[in-house]
């Protein structure tokens, strides 16, 4: 099992930033790829970013290129996301996960339990 807790969510304005933090425990962090989804409400979670085990691979949605990036410390079990330049339609639950391997690939299989971003116009 992994353990995932997220942290550094909150209310912004457009045009501001955040950075999330996903603290993961239970296994060995660095064998695993690891992702950011979110949930805006009334609609379906989707894919945010993810990054390979060794941090030399990551992938981005369209709609957050350029703006998020995706890090991880392999030494603190932690990956981040930084989010600049945000809208509102950015605003949503955002989900750390693990996938069940090194590489990105399928569908993440632990998750957690999301931490509220509100970016207001």
């Known amino acids: 099992q992994v353990q995932l807790v997220e942290s550094g969510g909150g209310l912004v304005q457009a045009g501001g930033s955040l950075r999330l933090s996903c603290a993961a425990s239970?296994?060995?962090?660095?064998?695993?790829?690891m992702g950011w989804f979110r949930q805006a409400p009334g609609k379906e979670r989707e894919f945010v970013n993810a990054?390979?085990?060794?941090?030399?691979?990551?992938f981005y949605a369209n709609s957050v290129k350029g703006r998020f990036t995706i890090s991880r410390d392999n030494a603190e079990n932690t990956v981040y996301l930084q989010m600049n330049s945000l809208k509102p339609e950015d605003t949503a639950v955002y989900y750390c996960?693990?996938?069940?391997?090194?590489?990105?690939?399928?569908?993440?299989?632990?998750w957690g339990q999301g931490t509220q971003v509100t970016v207001s116009s």
């Open positions: 996960a693990a996938y069940s391997r090194g590489s990105i690939s399928g569908t993440p299989a632990y």
């Open positions: 990054i390979s085990s060794s941090a030399s691979i990551t």
């Open positions: 239970g296994r060995t962090f660095s064998n695993y790829a």
